[in-house]
């Protein structure tokens, strides 16, 4: 990952996490429940977006362009899918599961950071 937008994408995985731990420890005074329903939408979020990042920005050859858009679509359905499997997996195994706080918290650490990346980003170039 030498590229410049692989940086980029490297940096708001980062922010991503910070983020939801942050997320995590503010949703502790509301219960168990609710803290466990933030770090698993906050971590499914990474762990979709890490999965993208790791599946789009591995080497790649510049001649090849549609292999590379393959690529991009191949890794965008494969997050959907864990998305999807990680989130089942959660209603299935946790019973005091809340959507608001699991859904929030995932919504919150996927617009967020990338919000803050950008910002930041426009101020040191």
């Known amino acids: 990952m030498q590229q410049p937008n692989a940086l980029q994408a490297r940096k708001i995985l980062k922010i991503q ?9 503010i949703a502790l005074p509301f219960g168990s429940p609710v803290a466990i329903s933030v770090l698993i939408g906050a971590g499914t979020c990474w762990l979709a977006n890490a ?3 790791a599946w789009v920005f591995r080497a790649y050859r510049a001649q090849a362009l549609e292999r590379l858009v393959l690529r991009f679509y191949s890794a965008e359905v494969a997050k ?8 089942g997996a959660a209603f299935v195994i946790y019973d005091d599961l809340n959507m608001p706080a699991l859904l929030g918290a995932y919504f919150l650490v996927q ?9 930041t980003g426009s101020r040191t170039q």
């Open 17 to 25: 996490s910070i983020f939801g731990l942050i997320l995590t420890i």
């Open 51 to 53: 999965l993208l990042v």
């Open 80 to 87: 959907i899918a864990l998305i999807l499997v990680l989130f």
């Open 111 to 119: 617009v967020i950071p990338t919000l803050i990346a950008a910002r």
